[in-house]
């Protein structure tokens, strides 16, 4: 079957989906650097599937390495782009490592794609590119803001650089917007592994219970949303893995509409920091210790999506709940626990 290039493959994300284009046949290879992941990955990757995808410890963010993968697998046809540095706050404290690494990665896959005539790409994109919506839900066509941190920043110049070699032919592309990823798989397997304190609110959450964290702060209860707390489109990882499997094959069967082309990836529902609190004590029976603390600076107070057009021209809806979610994300942290 097609070799896809799964770059990142070892993270959070490219993981699930690397799952996701095995169980459809795929030969995925992962290149990953290990800076944020680690090789038993791969191995529970197999445990999940029973197939070993391939994998190159290496950095793409070289060039020299970046063309000696190429070379190796004169046969990839499609690459889906996860490799990236995703620390918010560090990006406003590192601005040059994130724009180094992050545009660096796609400079040199691009390259390597058009010296070897390979045109699909997937790019992990974000719905940080929005800003704070005036409207919601927000679709894609709404006008992109200011990013307010130089991560957010790489998400929108990538998107950019796509367009501009979409227009000339180089690249036929996707860029998947997500809304804020959480959960794991089923298996407990594989899910997020936040290297040191986590900055996004479910492994902050599911660290909390398990005791690893002593408590949670609540970022504000006085937003002017229904209970207060800010709203957020949280999708089933699982869910958002398979938006990659669909978006391969629409670029590999020729069914784009235009050369680059954005789809929201989001449930299309609101839930609040609360609301997820609610939910995770339900799934998992465990008292959550948390306060409510002062806000936290940038954060959007709310925002989800308008799904319409992934639904449709995709062929992709999110299946999973809210409870399905919470009750993941808790299997995940019980059974990394059980492995120590
Ligand atoms: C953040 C990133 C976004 C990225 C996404 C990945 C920013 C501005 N945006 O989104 O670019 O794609 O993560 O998942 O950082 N919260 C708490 N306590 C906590 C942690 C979070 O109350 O300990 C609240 C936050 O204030 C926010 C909500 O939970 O209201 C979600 O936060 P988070 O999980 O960090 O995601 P985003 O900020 O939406």
């Not at 990955?41 to 999940?48: G, L, N, Q, R, T």
């Not at 990236?84 to 794609?113: D, Q, T």
């Not at 970022?219 to 999708?235: E, S």
Request: glycine share 8%; charged share 20%.
């Amino acid at each position: 079957m097609a070799k896809i290039l799964v770059t990142g493959g070892a993270g959070y994300i490219g993981s699930h989906t690397t799952v996701e284009l095995i169980s459809k046949g795929y030969t995925v290879l992962i290149a990953d650097n290990l800076s944020n992941s680690s090789a038993d990955v791969v191995d529970s990757i197999e445990k999940i599937t029973g197939v070993r995808p391939l994998f190159e410890q290496i950095d793409l963010s070289d060039k020299t390495q970046a063309t000696q993968l190429f070379d190796r697998h004169p046969d990839i046809v499609a690459v889906i782009n996860f490799a990236a540095y995703k620390a918010v706050g560090e990006s406003v404290s590192e601005p040059l490592k994130y724009y180094n690494n992050n545009l660096s990665i796609v400079f040199n896959v691009l390259s390597n794609m058009e010296r070897l005539g390979i045109k699909n790409f997937v790019q992990s994109s974000s719905c940080t590119v929005y800003g704070e919506p005036d409207t919601l839900p927000i679709s894609e066509q709404s006008p992109l803001k200011p990013a307010v941190s130089p991560y957010g920043n790489t998400k929108k110049i990538v998107e950019e650089i796509l367009a501009d070699c979409a227009k000339q032919d180089k690249v036929h592309a996707i860029a998947l917007r997500y809304f804020n990823p959480i959960g794991a798989h089923p298996s407990g397997l594989i899910g997020e592994l936040p290297r040191g304190v986590p900055n996004n609110l479910m492994p902050f959450i599911t660290q909390t219970a398990i005791g690893i964290r002593q408590q949670l702060s609540v970022f504000g209860n006085d937003y002017d949303t229904p209970d207060g707390t800010c709203i957020r489109d949280f999708i089933h990882v699982v869910d958002l893995a398979k938006s990659h499997v669909v978006a391969v094959e629409r670029l590999l069967n020729g069914k784009g509409k235009a050369a680059f082309e954005v789809f929201n990836i989001g449930t299309g529902n609101g839930f609040s920091v609360m609301e997820v609190i609610k939910s995770f004590e339900k799934m998992s029976g465990v008292k959550l210790n948390y306060r409510i603390a002062g806000r936290r600076e940038g954060d959007i107070v709310k925002i989800w999506a308008d799904t319409t057009l992934s639904n449709k021209e995709l062929g992709w809806k999110a299946q999973q709940t809210l409870d399905d979610m919470t009750r993941d994300a808790w299997n995940w942290e019980l059974k990394l626990k059980e492995r120590k």
